[in-house]
């Protein structure tokens, strides 16, 4: 005949089942050392990125640091450096998408902008002004 066992008891058997097996798994690993990061560098904080839709993850979460990056200026042409800490600001802040690198110099990244406004400020008018001329020259309903 089967022994009935209290809820006391059956939880006393599944602590000791617990702590046994917590005696049996093998102690965690100790944290390897880090190499100090080399001069020119910024820490990634992974869990600061923008969630992106991909199997792999860029190359600076792997490492650990960004790291100054060389880029040519699309527009002008002229050589630049992206610099670690700007580029902590631009995937950690303002949550750039991670496989995004630098393309403008500072100068060319203002002149694009002034030149988005104007093409918006000019699309602005030209729909106010299709308005304006749709609005008189439309019949009166009852007139």
């Known amino acids: 005949m089967k022994a009935y066992k209290s809820g006391k008891q059956r939880r006393a058997e599944i602590c000791a089942a617990r702590?046994?097996?917590?005696?049996?798994?093998?102690?965690?690993?100790?944290?390897?050392?880090?190499?100090?990061?080399?001069?020119?560098?910024?820490?990634?904080?992974?869990?600061?990125l923008r969630p992106h839709n991909s199997y792999g993850e860029p190359d600076f979460v792997r490492r650990g640091y960004y790291e100054d990056l060389p880029f040519r200026c699309v527009?002008?042409?002229?050589?630049?450096?992206?610099?670690?800490?700007?580029?902590?600001?631009?995937?950690?802040?303002?949550?750039?998408?991670?496989?995004?690198?630098?393309?403008?110099?500072?100068?060319?990244?203002?002149?694009?902008?002034?030149?988005k406004e104007a093409a918006r400020r000019a699309h602005q008018e030209g729909l106010l002004a299709k308005r304006a001329a749709k609005h008189r020259l439309a019949p009166l309903p009852f007139g």
């Open 19 to 48: 702590a046994a097996k917590r005696l049996r798994r093998p102690a965690p690993a100790a944290q390897p050392v880090q190499a100090p990061r080399p001069r020119g560098t910024a820490p990634v904080a992974p869990g600061q």
């Open 75 to 115: 527009d002008c042409g002229a050589e630049g450096v992206w610099t670690a800490v700007r580029q902590k600001w631009w995937y950690e802040v303002a949550k750039g998408d991670v496989f995004t690198t630098a393309l403008r110099c500072a100068a060319c990244r203002a002149k694009e902008r002034l030149r």
